[in-house]
C-alpha cells in the first residue's frame, strides 16, 4: 500500500510539473498580427538665412578747428594757479602690517589684567576633601590606584627580588640595608630609634585626677547640709560640693518624713 502510494503521488507530481503544450497557431490567428514599418523621411532643404538690414551710411567724423594762440602783450598781468595737491591715499597698515590706529588711541595705554580675587566665603574655591584620607597599617596590602597589569606584575617581581634586613653592629649601631637576591648591597640607612608604645596613648595628655601639690590656702569646701540647701533653692552649687548631691536631698527628706513613703 505503501508503494502504491509513492507511484500515486508521484504520478500526480509529474501531470502538475510537466510543461504546457503549445497549441498550434491556427492560419486564421496569421491576419491579426500588426506589422509596423518604418519609413525614412526625405531630409528638408536649409533655408537661405534672412537678409541682412542695410546699415545707416557712417556719419562723418566732427571738423576740429585749430586755432593758434594770441601772443601776449608785453605788460599783460599773467596769473599762475598753484598745482593740485595729489589725493592722499589712506593706508590701513603700517611697514610692519600692524593697523594703524588714531593717535588718541595710539597714545592711551591699555589697562593690564587685574585678577580680582574671590569675594565672600573663601572656602568655595577650595576644592578639598571634607573627609580627608588618612593611610593605615593595610595601605601595603593594598595596590596603587591606577596600576596596570604590567605594573602589577613589575611591582611584585620587585618585592621578590628586592627585600630590606636589620643587621646589628656592635656598640648599638643598628642598619637597615637592602638586599638583591639575598645578597645585600651597599645601601644600607640608620633609621631613627622606634617610638614609645605609649607615645600614642591620649591618656598621657590628661590632668591628673587629684593636684599633686595642695593648695595650702585653698578654702574649705561646703558641707553636705549647705550643698543640700543650695539645691534645694535652686541655686548653683558651689565648688565642693558632692556630685551626688540631689540623691542625698531626697534621702534627708525621707529621713526627715518617714511616713511619706508608707514605711514604719
Not at 608785453?74 to 598745482?83: F, R
Not at 573627609?131 to 620587585?158: D, S
Not at 558641707?223 to 540647701?229: D, E, F
Not at 543650695?230 to 529621713?255: I, K, S
Request: aromatic share 4%; proline share 18%; net charge positive.
Amino acid at each position: 500500500m505503501a508503494l502504491l502510494l509513492h507511484a500515486l503521488f508521484m504520478l500526480a507530481i509529474w501531470h502538475e510539473m510537466r510543461p504546457p503544450v503549445a497549441a498550434a497557431a491556427s492560419p486564421q490567428r496569421q491576419h491579426d498580427v500588426l506589422q509596423v514599418r518604418f519609413i525614412a523621411s526625405a531630409p528638408q532643404a536649409a533655408k537661405p538665412p534672412p537678409p541682412l538690414p542695410a546699415l545707416p551710411p557712417p556719419a562723418a567724423p566732427p571738423r576740429v578747428i585749430l586755432r593758434r594762440p594770441v601772443p601776449l602783450a608785453k605788460d599783460a598781468m599773467t596769473l599762475q594757479l598753484p598745482a593740485p595737491a595729489p589725493a592722499a591715499v589712506p593706508q590701513l597698515y603700517d611697514r610692519d602690517g600692524l593697523p594703524r590706529l588714531p593717535a588718541a588711541a595710539a597714545s592711551t595705554a591699555l589697562p593690564g589684567y587685574v585678577q580680582r580675587m574671590p569675594a565672600g566665603d573663601t572656602r568655595i574655591m577650595q576644592h578639598t576633601s571634607p573627609l580627608p584620607y588618612k593611610a593605615t597599617r593595610f595601605e601595603q596590602y593594598f595596590p596603587p590606584p591606577g596600576e596596570t597589569l604590567g605594573g602589577a606584575v613589575l611591582r611584585h617581581v620587585v618585592q621578590a627580588v628586592v627585600k630590606s634586613t636589620d643587621i646589628n653592629l656592635p656598640r648599638g649601631v643598628h642598619l637597615k640595608c637592602t638586599t638583591l637576591l639575598g645578597v645585600p648591597i651597599p645601601n644600607c640607612i640608620n633609621p631613627p630609634a622606634p617610638p614609645s608604645k605609649k607615645d600614642g596613648d591620649e591618656r598621657l595628655s590628661m590632668a591628673p585626677a587629684k593636684p599633686l601639690a595642695v593648695d595650702p590656702h585653698a578654702a574649705p569646701p561646703p558641707s553636705v547640709a549647705a550643698c543640700i540647701a543650695m539645691y534645694r533653692a535652686n541655686q548653683p552649687l558651689a565648688w565642693g560640693c558632692p556630685v551626688d548631691t540631689p540623691d542625698r536631698a531626697v534621702d534627708a527628706q525621707l529621713r526627715r518624713h518617714p511616713a511619706a513613703t508608707g514605711q514604719p
